[in-house]
């Protein structure tokens, strides 16, 4: 499925939620893009997952903040490869560096430079281990097999949701 569809898409499945998050967090290896940055080099040019661009750029289209947390021990690898992919600026905070505190040390640097507050978030991880972590935080958080995908995306907005918070009037509308 070709960018444009999978965004026209993601919008389509945006409508159906009156309350979306104010941040939506993505993890990068096997998240955003299939493989680990340190097995990579800088030299290369990546690539996303199939689904992966149409999402963001809907996100981004629909004025849902964006962020990154992720665990590489190659913060100069990941950042050249977002950048080389054309999405830097779809992101307000950036979050690299590896940590044994199965992210929770990411989004608390994320919670300070956004002031958003976990429950207003959505997480996308491939990682279990992370997904339970973030989740004890109050971050609504999906775990994802192949890569972020408008399976997932849909998931990740239905329980958003129905989060006990989710009358929030922090949320984005």
């Known amino acids: 499925m070709g960018d444009d569809k999978v965004m026209k898409e993601a919008m389509e499945v945006m409508t159906l939620f009156q309350v979306l998050p104010r941040l939506v967090v993505f993890d990068l290896d096997y998240t955003l893009w299939p493989f680990y940055c340190e097995c990579r080099s800088k030299r290369e040019m990546p690539c996303l997952y199939p689904d992966a661009k149409g999402i963001l750029c809907a996100l981004k289209d629909k004025g849902v903040d964006m962020a990154i947390a992720s665990r590489s021990p190659s913060r100069d690898i990941a950042e050249t490869f977002i950048h ?9 905070a950036r ?3 590896s940590s044994w505190s199965h992210k929770t040390e990411h989004f608390k640097k994320i919670q300070e430079k956004t002031c958003v507050p976990y429950e207003s978030m959505l997480f996308f991880d491939d990682e279990n281990r992370n997904i339970e972590s973030v989740s004890k935080m109050g971050v609504t958080s999906i775990l994802v097999n192949n890569g972020v995908t408008l399976g997932a995306f849909r998931q990740g907005l239905t329980q958003f949701s129905q989060a006990p ?7 984005k509308r």
Do not use: H, Y
């Not at 080389?84 to 307000?92: H, Q, T, Y």
């Not at 918070?165 to 949320?171: E, G, L, T, V």
């Open 165 to 171: 918070s989710s009358s929030n009037k922090d949320r």
């Open 84 to 92: 080389k992919l054309g999405i830097s600026p779809m992101f307000v």
């Open 95 to 97: 979050e690299i560096f």
